[in-house]
């Protein structure tokens, strides 16, 4: 790498970002141009939604206070950000010939980071989406004169059978041709039956499908220069472009605001297993450098498609019951609007316990709250939150309930032969932590840039916060009372029904029986 910067090296080409209107997407975006602001052109495939064109999809996109550095330092670079209509689950990613030919011409780096995060989908959705939208980006990759890398974003969970995960490629459960085949021709009903049989460790159809891509990756290593990255739980942004910088409410950032609001009053979480995370731009920085040195350096035989897993889990190790005791702290001085209880749930690793909670505090007062709102005519919403609160936190505390260890080593040396002014600028195991700082931006991130909560409002919450809590306590001093009384109550029945039945057994001479008065 001593040849020249990283950003010198991305100067005058041009690359295809598939995911590019995604969480992790954006901040690559905004990345590249910054950074790289010698890069001749980003194309981005994506489709049409709710009435937005791929180009006005890509117009708003650039109007989020993510850009907002690059709008005040270099509003010229947005220009070359392109809009390309296509879609994963098309034939031929639904591109016209004329786009096709023009990428084929142009691109030199793929970075193909679209994938449904629909944890709860089925087999066919997962794999048309995650498995068979792979091979078609790196079927229209191998066409491309000029291509020098393809990075292809897969999971650290993908391999869950392994608790320890190196940086390599596995062996595929599966032939992913003949599963994407099945799910072409199989009837739904038959799918569903075998898709547990298929899954074997997997938790769900997302990790399996990820992992068949990883085959087919594995499998175009003999024809494009391809590398595998693995980030692990992606949570908001360390320091770029703003500190807590999030727009996602999938995983642990989605607990963080339920929990804030007081509606998860449970999860089933280890508090001794590590926290396998990473924040985005550190995540982001990884993907540019793999990209560049898959380019740049030549790959031994033996690793044709070398596999990068992108943690903190070896530079900066916290368990998960660390974090639950700092965060809980700072939730409480920077609380969110519109709290619905008191927010003071924890994690637990016994099932019963936390389903008795979730049943009593969490599923029970949202049906006393939405029946509340029927009373008042209004529009229900607690029972429809809570069971995509069920849904989400199904799926996640599989992670959370195991011990994982992601191997970084090949990661970590992408810093090795960066120049000075690379490291700072792409910086990886350089960074330092200070996780209590974090936390709190994660906090202020999810209230920002999630719930458009502004900073501002944060003495009112605090005093709302405050009525929660004394209100709380009343609450429960209430039902102490009244527990108290009903067992009072259920203890005094029973000994006079105990007294009532010697009474009546002493009145039977044939049956012998010692009861004490």
């Not at 041009?14 to 602001?37: D, H, N, Q, W």
């Not at 939208?133 to 491309?144: H, I, K, N, S």
């Not at 029927?374 to 029972?383: A, I």
């Amino acid at each position: 790498m001593k040849s020249g910067d990283i950003a010198e090296w991305y100067s005058g080409r041009s690359i295809l970002i598939t995911g590019g209107t995604g969480f992790m997407g954006k901040v690559l975006l905004e990345k590249l141009l910054r950074a790289c602001p010698g890069i001749k052109c980003i194309y981005i495939l994506c489709r049409a939604k709710r009435g937005f064109s791929p180009a006005a999809r890509v117009s708003e996109i650039v109007k989020l206070p993510l850009f907002d550095r690059l709008r005040k330092e270099n509003p010229g670079v947005l220009k070359k950000l392109v809009a390309v209509e296509g879609d994963l689950t098309a034939q031929d990613l639904g591109l016209r010939p004329d786009q096709k030919q023009v990428l084929n011409q142009e691109v030199s780096v793929v970075i193909n980071g679209a994938a449904s995060l629909r944890l709860e989908w089925g087999l066919k959705a997962a794999v048309e989406s995650n498995t068979l939208g792979t091979l078609r980006v790196l079927e229209l990759a191998a066409q491309m004169s000029k291509l020098e890398a393809l990075v292809h974003l897969s999971t650290a969970f993908c391999h869950c059978e392994y608790e320890t995960l190196e940086e390599v490629t596995y062996p595929s459960p599966a032939n992913p041709h003949d599963i994407i085949r099945v799910c072409q021709w199989m009837d739904d009903t038959t799918l569903e039956i075998i898709t547990p049989r298929l899954l074997g460790p997997h938790p769900n159809c997302y990790t399996y499908s990820k992992r068949l891509a990883e085959s087919l990756v594995s499998e175009y290593g003999a024809i494009i220069p391809c590398a595998i990255a693995r980030p692990s739980i992606v949570t908001p942004a360390l320091r770029e472009p703003m500190p807590g910088w999030v727009d996602s409410l999938n995983g642990p950032v989605g607990v963080v605001v339920g929990a804030g609001k007081g509606v998860i009053r449970s999860m089933l979480c280890g508090e001794h297993n590590k926290a396998e995370v990473i924040p985005v731009d550190v995540a982001i920085n990884a993907i540019i450098a793999i990209a560049h040195k898959r380019a740049t350096q030549h790959m031994e035989l033996e690793d044709p498609v070398p596999a990068y897993n992108i943690s903190c889990g070896e530079v900066a190790p916290i368990t998960w019951g660390e974090v639950l005791k700092r965060g809980k702290s700072f939730g409480y001085n920077y609380p969110f609007e519109s709290i619905l209880w008191y927010p003071n749930g924890t994690i637990r690793t016994n099932r019963l316990i936390h389903g008795l909670v979730v049943i009593l505090l969490q599923v029970l007062p949202a049906y006393f709250i939405d029946f509340l709102m029927v009373l008042f005519r209004q529009k229900r919403f607690m029972v429809r939150v809570q069971k995509r609160i069920s849904v989400g936190m199904e799926v996640l505390q599989y992670f959370t309930m195991r011990n994982w260890h992601f191997k970084s080593d090949r990661t970590r040396a992408l810093t090795d032969g960066m120049s000075e002014r690379d490291r700072q600028t792409f910086f990886l195991a350089n960074v330092e932590y200070d996780v209590d700082e974090y936390l709190v931006n994660i906090v202020l991130g999810a209230r920002q840039y999630c719930m458009k909560e502004p900073l501002s409002s944060l003495p009112t919450a605090r005093k709302h916060l405050m009525w929660l809590f004394w209100l709380d306590c009343a609450t429960k001093a209430v039902l102490a009372v009244l527990l108290g009384w009903l067992l009072m109550g259920w203890i005094e029945t029973t000994r006079s029904f105990l007294d009532y039945s010697g009474v009546q057994l002493q009145r039977m001479p044939f049956i012998k029986v010692f009861i004490p008065k």
